[in-house]
């Protein structure tokens, strides 16, 4: 009977029922740890990855200490929405809410009070959102793709990535190296959101996942009506943790001004709170959007927080090719009709690959192929060129996702391609 209670609920938010079972149980704020767990029972290499990362990124802050916490420089990441839901009641309104949500929050200009922590603890990360401009292709988009009629629920036996994939009802990720990628969907399993570290080589399966019930503001439901979940994962993404460091217990999250805690803090609460990590006024800070308390109540990340997102978006660091991503740049007239009737075949692929297109306007051009980590694997340069027409063999490399960049003077497109062998 649970189930069926909890299925009715998530259909109600984001499909078409009119029963109200919404409030029957609670979602949970976060199901990081969770979905960590999963990750590394599949992949015995994640924890030295994760070790790893975070000995980088250690270094990356020591050595630009003042830099990173004093001038922070404005990225801007390009966002791609992966939108799926029975009737496509997410609105363009409502995304733009969230994206608004998103960059208030990341900019250090979320209202709520700080107090019993000082206003200084409001930081601006200097990390801001666009939605994309550009597609894989290079061709103008919305950064908004949906998929319409998926009813049933994706995470009811825990948090997965099935909405991460076409072929099992979700939709498939952009290069995860030039875009962030956000799933909204029907979660159920009561999961509000979980998202993954960005380690490894960026995986097929790399973002965030939000339940639609509680994306953007317009017909989201208390008490995570203000986007806070979107802020929330995001920030795991950007290999930031929970304020008790998973898994609790007065672990560290490796930032000294967040004050260690014990566990989650969840609903509301005002003034001073303390629990055995922080027995001593001011507390703990269930202010702060790592912890889980109601959107009403999260202010802030804090220096140290942001610090490390600057540091995981520097040179040579895990993000740093999304902060240079030029996504969110405006599609020319010039360039949308200068490469024309691209087609790259087949995909997926055992070895072989035709890669085909022509050029309205000659030009000098480069085609290149690329590993999932973005190692360049191929490449060769035609000039002059108005027709490209290019067999390339890659049987000799792994099994796994592949990308095509044809570049000109003025522009750059990607295409996915995928080898099967």
């Known amino acids: 009977?649970?189930?069926?209670?909890?299925?009715?609920?998530?259909?109600?938010?984001?499909?078409?029922?009119?029963?109200?079972?919404?409030?029957?149980?609670?979602?949970?704020?976060?199901?990081?740890?969770?979905?960590?767990?999963?990750?590394?029972?599949?992949?015995?290499?994640?924890?030295?990855?994760?070790?790893?990362?975070?000995?980088?990124?250690?270094?990356?802050?020591?050595?630009?200490?003042?830099?990173?916490?004093?001038s922070r420089a404005t990225i801007t990441i390009p966002v791609v929405m992966h939108i799926i839901?029975?009737?496509?009641?997410i609105s363009?309104?409502?995304?733009?809410?969230?994206?608004?949500?998103?960059?208030?929050?990341?900019?250090?200009?979320?209202?709520?009070?700080?107090?019993?922590?000082?206003?200084?603890?409001?930081?601006?990360?200097?990390?801001?959102?666009c939605l994309a401009k550009r597609d894989q292709t290079g061709k103008a988009t919305t950064g908004i793709e949906r998929r319409k009629g998926i009813s049933h629920f994706f995470c009811e036996n825990g948090p997965n990535d099935d909405m991460k994939h076409y072929s099992s009802d979700g939709?498939?990720?952009?290069?995860?190296?030039?875009?962030?990628?956000?799933?909204?969907?029907?979660?159920?399993?009561n999961i509000a959101g979980f998202a993954g570290p960005p380690t490894g080589s960026l995986s097929?399966?790399?973002?965030?996942?939000?339940?639609?019930?509680?994306?953007?503001?317009?017909g989201t439901t208390a008490p995570f009506n203000e986007g806070c979940t979107a802020t929330h994962e995001l920030a795991h993404s950007f290999f930031i943790y929970h304020l008790w460091g998973d898994p609790g217990n007065c672990a560290t999250d490796y930032c000294a001004d967040t004050p260690p805690q014990n566990t989650f803090t969840e609903g509301t609460a005002s003034g001073v709170k303390t629990?055995?990590?922080?027995?001593?006024?001011?507390?703990?800070?269930?202010?702060?959007?790592?912890?889980?308390t109601d959107d009403n109540i999260m202010a802030n990340f804090t220096p140290n927080q942001a610090a490390r997102m600057q540091a995981i978006f520097a040179s040579g660091q895990k993000l740093h090719s999304l902060s240079t991503s030029t996504a969110c740049?405006?599609?020319?007239?010039?360039?949308?009709?200068?490469?024309?009737?691209?087609?790259?075949?087949?995909?997926?692929t055992s070895g072989k690959v035709n890669i085909n297109f022509s050029i309205i306007n000659p030009c000098d051009v480069n085609v290149s192929l690329h590993n999932i980590i973005g190692a360049?694997?191929?490449?060769?340069?035609?000039?002059?060129?108005?027709?490209?027409?290019?067999?390339?063999?890659?049987?000799?490399?792994?099994?796994?996702?592949?990308?095509?960049?044809?570049?000109?003077?003025?522009?750059?497109?990607?295409?996915?391609?995928?080898?099967?062998?």
């Open 1 to 70: 009977m649970k189930k069926i209670i909890l299925s009715l609920s998530a259909v109600f938010i984001c499909g078409s029922l009119s029963i109200d079972a919404q409030n029957i149980v609670p979602k949970k704020r976060c199901y990081f740890e969770e979905h960590l767990k999963k990750l590394k029972e599949s992949d015995p290499m994640l924890e030295s990855q994760m070790q790893a990362l975070e000995t980088s990124v250690q270094e990356q802050i020591k050595n630009n200490q003042q830099q990173l916490e004093n």
């Open 85 to 89: 839901t029975n009737t496509g009641d």
């Open 92 to 129: 363009d309104a409502r995304v733009q809410e969230q994206m608004d949500v998103l960059n208030q929050n990341y900019g250090g200009l979320n209202t709520h009070p700080m107090s019993p922590f000082d206003d200084n603890l409001k930081a601006n990360t200097g990390v801001q959102f």
């Open 171 to 189: 939709l498939d990720q952009w290069d995860p190296t030039k875009y962030m990628n956000i799933w909204v969907c029907n979660t159920g399993g």
């Open 204 to 218: 097929p399966n790399f973002g965030l996942v939000v339940s639609c019930e509680y994306f953007g503001i317009t």
């Open 275 to 292: 629990d055995n990590c922080s027995p001593n006024a001011p507390g703990i800070m269930y202010m702060n959007f790592m912890d889980y």
């Open 329 to 348: 740049s405006h599609v020319s007239i010039e360039e949308t009709e200068n490469i024309q009737n691209i087609n790259i075949y087949p995909s997926p």
């Open 376 to 421: 360049e694997i191929y490449s060769f340069n035609k000039t002059k060129a108005s027709v490209v027409d290019a067999d390339v063999d890659i049987s000799n490399q792994s099994s796994g996702i592949y990308f095509v960049k044809i570049k000109t003077e003025n522009q750059s497109v990607t295409q996915k391609i995928t080898l099967v062998k």
